[in-house]
């Protein structure tokens, strides 16, 4: 198994984390970018896409690091 960053683990988990951020994308889409008297719908397409791949980038961000954190431990078990 290869370890580092291109480790099987961290690549399919960032896969994992694509396709949600391609799902969350149709669905805000078909569901909540609706146009309302105060914006339009490009208004609210454009919030949609916004707001969904930015926390799908933070989600990512901070189980990569987690992730990556437990490979390399800072402090070691004393025994």
Not at 8 to 25: D, F, N, P, Q, R
Not at 31 to 46: E, G, H, I, N, V
């Amino acid at each position: 198994m290869a370890l580092g960053f291109t480790g099987g683990i961290l690549v399919e988990g960032t896969l994992c984390y694509l396709a949600l951020g391609v799902i969350a994308t149709i669905i805000g889409l078909i569901f909540f970018a609706k146009p309302t008297p105060a914006t339009s719908k490009a208004d609210a397409t454009s919030l949609t896409l916004v707001t969904v791949w930015v926390s799908v980038v933070c989600m990512w961000a901070m189980w990569a690091m987690a992730y990556m954190h437990q490979m390399v431990p800072l402090i070691y078990p004393q025994h």
